[in-house]
């Protein structure tokens, strides 16, 4: 599916969060929503849910208006946001079952999806029973087994070590070749915006500021030719506004 934002703005009260933002994104494209915390990004990242809806502007995929929340554009948040009277098999089935698949159906879904992220003999667990890093596969695996044409992820490796968040990298670079969503992330780190993204675009103060197009080969690794003049680029337009900021 494609997504377009146009000319969209959000206030908050006196407080404008977001203006005149303008963005595409096309089918099958995973973009990186990179900034600075506070500069928007998990707003806009809202509003393309449809849990906000913009003052200005308006959002559409493939032509459609975006009026609220949809089963076609899925959410996986930092927290992962699992239930935790629910196992892990029946947090991933909830999404199918409510869409109206019966209970055995529902749960094959949900093993199909267990499988995906690796997790097939946890499908009994309790969410406070696993490592950060699992909980946020399930996350994943919940989101996706609601077929969503559109994949949501607002800094979902934020709050995991560093070994953890470089092994959930390389697995969510493998679940979007396989089933291609298109998919937007939000992130504050330029290394990871590059490492998954094949287009980042850079936000300051409730506007985009510029965007990249990252043209690398996967697998990506940190230390590959050219991934080090893309960060260079990048921290060079976060530094830019910064300075003008700061003369003003």
């Not at 199918?96 to 529902?106: I, R, S, T, Y």
């Amino acid at each position: 599916m494609k997504l377009m934002v146009r000319n969209a703005g959000k206030r908050f009260g006196e407080r404008t969060i977001l203006k005149n933002v303008d963005l595409t994104v096309d089918a099958h494209e995973f973009v990186c929503i990179l900034g600075h915390s506070g500069c928007g990004k998990s707003t806009l990242l809202n509003m393309i849910a449809g849990y906000l809806l913009p003052d200005e502007g308006e959002l559409l995929v493939d032509g459609e208006l975006i009026r609220g929340p949809s089963k076609a554009r899925g959410m996986v948040f930092q927290d992962h946001a699992l239930f935790p009277w629910y196992t892990v098999l029946e947090n991933i089935s909830f999404g199918p079952e409510v869409q109206g698949a019966g209970k055995a159906e529902a749960k094959e879904v949900g093993r199909q999806f267990l499988g995906l992220v690796g997790l097939e003999k946890y499908a009994d667990q309790y969410p406070a029973e696993l490592s950060g890093g699992m909980k946020q596969r399930v996350g994943i695996a919940r989101a996706l087994a609601s077929s969503p044409d559109i994949l949501l992820m607002d800094e979902p490796f934020g709050a995991l070590d560093i070994l953890t968040r470089d092994m959930m990298r390389r697995e969510l670079r493998r679940i979007c070749e396989k089933l291609k969503p298109t998919t937007l992330f939000v992130t504050h780190s330029i290394s990871e915006a590059i490492y998954l993204a094949d287009r980042v675009v850079v936000m300051k103060n409730g506007v985009i500021a510029d965007e990249f197009k990252v043209d690398l080969p996967h697998p990506r690794t940190f230390d590959m030719p050219g991934f080090g003049e893309a960060m260079q680029r990048i921290e060079h337009v976060l530094m830019e506004n910064e300075l003008e900021e700061a003369v003003q």
